[in-house]
T-cell receptor
Framework: DAGVIQSPRHEVTEMGQEVTLRCKPI?????LFWYRQTMMRGLELLIY????????DSGMPEDRFSAKMPNASFSTLKIQPSEPRDSAVYFC?????????????FGDGTRLSIL | RKEVEQDPGPFNVPEGATVAFNCTYS??????FFWYRQDCRKEPKLLMS???SGNEDGRFTAQLNRASQYISLLIRDSKLSDSATYLC??????????FGAGTTVTVRA
């Protein structure tokens, strides 16, 4: 079975540019999560969706970050304008939450470098 | 206080040794607990869920102590391939997970 698919795997861009990260969750999963991981702060939850609806975006650092989930098989995380401090690994994860004790399955991540 | 706290290590052990480490969590209402493994520059992967009665998966044993609010992981007969960062993960409410910062284990030949 295909896991969570993220693209691109690596992104290097200059400060001020718009960055769009993409995620395809596991088919049938009804929850989708976006995380950011840095050495200093570890793994941080940015936002999560249930049935394509954003439920909690309290982890989104500022207005430069936005996320959408137009359908059950696709989500984007956008940063505009990007800044060097946004450099991190961004993970997308999905889960099937018929019961709340289900684990999350992570994609390979997007390694983002803002110059 | 962080929701999940772990000893960052590193734990450096020889092959064949047993290594164990804990994590503590702050929310007594937490219902679900997991150990994830993360290799360098890779995504976190589920290692095992942690059940109230404790559970084993091969060389790995997980324990949950609700009274003291800690979870433990024990690795027996360590292999070189066990070298990784182990993330303690707690579900403090229904759908969000709280991740510890990770415990690094290095198994040497």
């Amino acid at each position: 079975d295909a896991g969570v698919i993220q693209s691109p795997r690596h992104e290097v861009t200059e400060m001020g540019q718009e960055v769009t990260l993409r995620c395809k969750p596991i088919s049938g999963h009804d929850y989708l999560f976006w995380y950011r991981q840095t050495m200093m702060r570890g793994l941080e939850l940015l936002i999560y969706f249930n049935n394509n609806v954003p439920i909690d975006d309290s982890g989104m650092p500022e207005d430069r970050f936005s996320a959408k989930m137009p359908n059950a098989s696709f989500s984007t995380l956008k940063i505009q304008p990007s800044e060097p401090r946004d450099s991190a690994v961004y993970f997308c994860a999905s889960s099937f939450q018929a019961y709340s004790n289900q684990p999350q399955h992570f994609g390979d991540g997007t390694r983002l470098s803002i110059l | 206080r962080k929701e999940v706290e772990q000893d960052p290590g590193p734990f450096n052990v020889p092959e064949g040794a047993t290594v164990a480490f804990n994590c503590t969590y702050s929310n007594s209402a937490s219902q679900s607990f997991f150990w994830y493994r993360q290799d360098c520059r890779k995504e976190p992967k589920l290692l095992m869920s942690v059940y109230s009665s404790g559970n084993e998966d091969g060389r790995f044993t997980a324990q949950l102590n609700r009274a003291s609010q800690y979870i433990s992981l024990l690795i027996r007969d360590s292999k070189l391939s066990d070298s990784a960062t182990y993330l303690c993960v707690v579900n403090p409410n229904d759908y969000k997970l709280s991740f510890g910062a990770g415990t690094t284990v290095t198994v040497r030949a």
